[in-house]
């Protein structure tokens, strides 16, 4: 496993539930290829294994709360509190922060978990991002190429 | 949470988030007595329905395999079983037989997840699986490896194990090579020893004294524990074609939920799922889950919702000795997949996801592509009896302090593991007292 893995969290066919799953596309070809881009449905079990040997987990999902469609926040688990969205009211309520605090619970948490949230408008069924959320997924995408530039 | 009478009291909780499903809880009591009971969930099947007219008849697998991220397993093989039936065409030996362990996958998959992350916790008195976690890291890791055998079980067959993509009409896209099966087995040896561990641990819980008889619907197939095929059976002489379904059961909007409600045409509510199947079809698990199962006290019926945890356990002891007889026996077939030519038609399938019955029908035309699609997933056709359920329940134990009778709630909802209970505890829950 890489010292970095790259993990984007969402279901395409909920409209912006996909905005994580976007980010990591759009990253993907910046990225140095040993670095491991995974997709995950975000559920915690699973989100563990994806992380399993890495250093450092970036995690990019989509959240729901009051901020901007499109908004984009950086939080680093054990570092930054994780903001509400993350832990309870993100789209994937047994998601990451979930998946963290089981991670930890049984020693298997990467050094650094660092979140990217972009905050979303419709999670209905269908596919496509709405366009504040599409233009979020692009900020997220150069932000975690940076991120994962400095970690590597 | 507000306190002001036991006498009349609501109790609704608000939201569930959660990708595949989202849903509430409403219990109205007056006067000592309840009232109404309202679960409230939100399915995306509908809104797939919609997605498929159009569509080509080979795509059905790959769409609705999106519409749960822990049964897709289930949506592809009703999808083929019910575009086969309408093309007249029969999958059987090899690819059956790889069909049923792909299967056996997500059932390991998904009910470990269930007993050991979201329903284990209700009994043992923790908020979730997180905080059980500290106390008893052994035996979650335990179930994360269990678990994860039935991941790989999907990833090697279905491509990838979220969303799998070598599954189609027909058959495969690749079917593995017996060398490439063989990993899976020595995985499987230790994954059957942990289900045996789990069916022990679950058979010790504490139960809440609630014998519940009522008419349960499964698959039934001479040869085999159900899962791909057979007809529709209850346990009060329902006997049905899959192609019957829709003249026995029906459908109807509630103001309060955005899922439909099933009832059979008798107007009774039923109840698809682990506990259905076993009580069906006790006699056709292996001897090893058969035993297992005896020893953790489960006679052949079992009637208490709550023991539905020890009943999902057995099926993953028994997914891990299905899938291990299938491996042994696995000769690779001549070809991944039977050739499927579109006729104009009807076609019905079902098959038995963790969580019970998935039912498909599509009509085709001629050029293959989909006039009409259905979908009735099991969580719409347990709804009404969750809610029956918990009309019983909170009335057995308006004793209980709200927060008590909430967390049983919860509980009961998850002795049916609809999909909603993908979230181990609700949010923003009340009770308020009138």
Redesign the interface.
Known sequence: MSRVVVIGV?????SD?GAGLRAVELARPLLPPDVPVI????????L??CWRGAEVAIVVDAS?SDAEPGFVRRAEAGRDPLPDPLS???????GIG?AV??AE???RRPERVIVFAIEGASF???EGLTAAVEAGAAVAAERLVEEVAVCV | MTHKSPANRAMKVDA????EGEGGMYVGVEDGRVTDVQLRIFE?PR??EAFLRGRRYTEPPDITA??C??CPIAYQMSACNAIEDACGVVVDGPLHDLRRLIYCGEWIESHT?HVY?LHAPDFLGYE???QM??DH?ET??RG?RL??VG?EIIELIGGR??HPVNVRVGGFYRAPTRRELRPLAAKLEQARDDALETVRWVAGFDFPEFEHDQEYVSLLHPDEYPIMRGRLVSTRGLDIAVSEFDEHVTEEHVEHSNALHAHLATGEHYFVGPMARYNLAFEQLSDVARAAATDAGLGPQVTNPFRSIVVRAVEVLYACDEALRIIAAYEEPDRPAVPVEPVAGVGYGCSEAPRGTLYHRYQLDADGLIVDAKIVPPTSQNQPTIEHDLWHFVEDHLDLADEQLGLRCEQAIRNYDPCIS???HF?DFRVERR
């Open positions: 969402g279901n395409a066919f909920r539930d997709e995950s449905d975000g559920e915690p079990a699973r563990i294994d729901r309870g009211g993100s789209t994937h309520a047994l979930e605090a089981l619970a049984l020693g209905d069924a269908g | 569930l988030a959660r990708v995306p809104f797939f999106r519409i991220g822990i997840l992350m979730g699986a997180v976690a500290a890291r979650v890791e994360l678990k994860k991941n194990a979220i993908c979230a181990t949010l």
